[in-house]
Structures are given as C-alpha cells and as structure tokens.
C-alpha cells in the first residue's frame, strides 16, 4: 500500500520506506545492493521496486538503466 489511511498504519505504507531508500544512498550504488542492504524493510523485492518506483517519479532518484546504478538525483 503507498499510502497510510484507515486500514494501513504509515510503518506499513510506501511512504515510510521511502526515506529509509534515501539513507542508503550515500553513492551512487548498483540496484542490487541498494535492495540487499534496504531488504529487511520490505516483504520482497516488487514491494522494493515500487518504493523505487515512487522516488523516481518524484524525481527524487536517477537510475541508469544500463548500468543499474542509483543515485541521488541533483
């Protein structure tokens, strides 16, 4: 769920993930990595993938999908 409301507590949203994403981003840094690090937080990697999802649409990640290697977005 990525949203918290009446059924879904913030801990258990999206958007509650989203901040933890960004502190492992310190360097740019493989996608794979970032979700081993990342990974005890989610229930499994779709539900890594829309967080990631979520901050790239809000511009707040760059994803080079060639290399799969986050960063930060400037």
Do not use: C, Q, W
């Amino acid at each position: 769920m990525i949203v918290p409301g009446k059924f879904v507590n913030f801990s258990d949203s999206t958007l509650s993930h989203l901040a933890r994403i960004l502190a492992a981003i310190d360097e740019p840094t493989s996608l794979t990595e970032l979700f081993t690090v990342t990974r005890k937080h989610f229930e499994g990697p779709s539900e890594f993938m829309y967080a990631m999802d979520v901050l790239y649409v809000l511009g707040a990640i760059d994803i080079d999908l060639n290399t799969k290697v986050v960063s930060r977005a400037h």
